[in-house]
């Protein structure tokens, strides 16, 4: 029986889109097509090569929170190649999909159950990737609060005064790089699990945790390049004030339950960046769109069909058994394993 839950999300994900699509029009009335081809058509080649390498960065330490996560449940005997590819196509579909447990959850189940994992392992694959996603978001959004407390001024009006104001801005800044001080200790004394409610965090190997923290900034700092390098250099306000906009844009995305964030990151990209002309905001954010979105999203899905017809010839064929791995901890921070493995499951149906 489905839940409440099941319809409400995708219905604010619907109002989301719906809601900031109009708010946009009404931030890009004026605006004519053949503006934003001419500034799509201005970007030089060489920025175009650097967004392109931007993306592979992005997607690169995508695979490295896979890679991270299958050491810390001990499993050591499935190939970088093999991770990257189920990774890509994981996030790809995700980002568009928005569907994190059918989108990630399930297609990680599929990928790497034919590799020896059981279900419990994959479910703490899943959350200890979430986590580090979270954590390098948590990193880097302090990091520039504290460094550009007024960065949050530019959406005066679109957000409630208190958190626009730079004193707070820093403040909160302070309490984020806090929590990665308080998780980087906990993991180097081997602290006990820090309960707070039903929330529990589960400090990991030193090694791992070391890992987390290179790991974790690089795929958004590589996403943020992407727009960066499309933007144009003359009044470009610099990668900083890009990421911090990026991390603001991408987190109310993600608050907003909108599919791929569509029209809720644009909007909230746009009236942040009030000094470039509008034309090349929107082309910078179809090219970010392009190579981070539509262009992997393409590239999955060929991969996916690729993925199950082998699978299903094998299955003609009678192939051999999957590998199976060794025993391997059931822990990662903040995860149960057992909720999300009955999650994988139902998904399954």
Known sequence: MKKISDFIWPIIGLAAVVVSGYLLYRELAGISIAEIKGSFAQIPLHRFLLAG?????????????????????????????????????????????????????????????????????????????????????ILLGGFV??????TLTRLNGYL????????????????????VALYVIGSLLRLRPLTIRSFKLEYPRPQIMIRQIIAAPLELLGAAGIIYFALPEAGNPGFLVVLAVFLASFSAALVSNAPGGLGVFELVFVVAMPDLPRPSIIAALLVFRLFYFWLPFLISVIVVLLYERNRLANAIKGGSPVETPPAAPLTAPGVDPNALDARIRKARV
């Not at 050491?71 to 928005?98: D, E």
């Not at 609060?145 to 007024?150: E, F």
């Not at 958190?163 to 790089?177: F, H, Q, S, V, Y």
Request: net charge positive; with cysteine.
């Open 53 to 137: 390498l931007a993306t592979l960065v992005a997607y690169a330490a995508l695979a490295w929170y896979d890679r991270i996560a299958l050491l810390h449940l001990g499993v050591k005997h499935i190939s970088w190649f093999f991770v990257s590819v189920c990774s890509f196509t994981t996030y790809a579909l995700s980002h568009n999909i928005g569907a994190s447990v059918f989108s990630g959850a399930v297609v990680r189940y599929r990928a790497y159950t034919a590799k020896g994992l059981s279900a419990a392992q994959v479910a703490v694959l899943v959350a200890l990737c979430s986590f580090t996603f979270g954590l390098g978001t």
């Open 145 to 150: 609060l504290v460094a550009l407390p007024d």
């Open 160 to 179: 409630p005064s208190v958190l626009t104001d730079p004193a707070t801005a820093r403040t909160l800044g302070i309490a984020l790089l806090g929590f």
